[in-house]
């Protein structure tokens, strides 16, 4: 008998030993979560917070009342029924319970919650018991909260450079001129291409200046502008190139376009003045 209840006490002290090292790696993996957690008896109401659950809402670890009501009373007004149906639905369905929601820190401002948990029930289904872990998201959701706002910034911005992408502007009877601003990639060219040869169609205007001084250029773009020069030619219309900086030559040179049958000029104004030019010596021929 003695050497039946010294193995049983030797089996006790081993299971101790092992659910005390299970409880410090679940204590150690929850610290290094930096999340809290909480323990409600639904039978009594009554609730245990760990001290790192009061921590991350400012409040040492008597100033809260044990309580699942003090839980919800530090939730948000506009949060606090849809966590409570959440917990309702789970407890009925045993669906996951996972929210998030803002709580009320002690000084008063208010951190975004993201809370996870489970439930215990009887063999009746009564649920006796649901535990889990918070986590403060705040950070993580103004890192996504900013995401969101240059993303939509970059939209309007993307949209907006689309929208004066093709400010075709009829600067004298025969004369177009396109300045190209921004970067432009092929939905963009494909766009200015089509939109310009409508106008050179219904206009028939003689040239076409496309000014370069506001464009972001890179290899593709040099291709995108020979294709547009080659087609105004196929319509009878002449492109003019102006505001070529020295990377744009460059490129031009490197990708060795065959711009030969396209007049290149500084800028706009000796753009301008060479298309008036022109214009002028054919009227005084026909004349």
Same mark, same amino acid.
């Given at each position: 008998?003695?050497?039946? &209840? ?43 917070y ?5 921590? &991350? ?21 506009q ?5 409570? #149906?959440? &917990? *309702? ?6 669906? +996951?319970?996972a929210? *998030?929601?803002?709580?009320?820190t ?50 309007i ?14 600067v ?6 396109? +300045?190209?601003?921004?970067? &432009?990639d ?35 773009? #040099?291709?995108y ?19 070529i900086? +020295? ?7 490197d990708?060795d ?5 396209? +007049? ?12 008036? /030019?022109?214009?002028s010596?054919?009227? /005084?021929?026909?004349?």
């Amino acid at each position: 008998m003695s050497n039946e &209840v010294a193995a049983l006490k030797a089996e006790n002290l081993r299971l101790r030993a092992a659910l005390d090292a299970l409880e410090t790696r679940g204590a150690l993996v929850l610290e290094a979560a930096n999340d809290g957690v909480w323990d409600w008896d639904l039978r009594t109401k009554e609730a245990v917070y760990s001290c790192r659950w009061s921590q &991350v809402l400012g409040y040492a670890d008597d100033e809260i009342a044990n309580t699942i009501a003090a839980y919800f009373e530090l939730i948000h007004h506009q949060d606090r029924a849809r966590v409570q #149906a959440a &917990v *309702d639905l789970h407890l009925e369905t045993r669906e +996951p319970y996972a929210v *998030d929601f803002r709580m009320r820190t002690k000084s008063g401002s208010w951190l975004e919650i993201q809370a996870r948990g489970q439930a215990v029930w009887t063999e009746d289904g009564e649920p006796t018991r649901m535990a889990g872990v918070h986590t403060d998201v705040t950070e993580r959701h103004l890192r996504e909260r900013e995401r969101l706002r240059n993303e939509e910034l970059i939209a309007i911005q993307t949209d907006t450079i689309r929208a004066l992408g093709v400010p075709i502007l009829q600067v004298w009877k025969d004369i177009l001129c396109l +300045p190209i601003i921004g970067a &432009v990639d092929e939905e963009r060219a494909t766009g200015m291409t089509s939109a310009l040869l409508e106008r050179v169609a219904a206009t028939a205007v003689r040239f076409t200046v496309l000014d370069l001084t506001g464009a972001e250029f890179r290899a593709d773009t #040099a291709q995108y502008l020979a294709r547009m020069t080659r087609s105004l030619r196929l319509i009878g219309g002449q492109g003019v190139l102006c505001g070529i900086g +020295p990377r744009t030559a460059k490129i031009l040179v490197d990708m060795d376009l065959d711009f030969d049958d396209v +007049p290149v000029y500084r800028d706009l104004g000796d753009a301008l003045r060479a298309c008036l /030019s022109q214009l002028s010596n054919a009227s /005084s021929r026909q004349s």
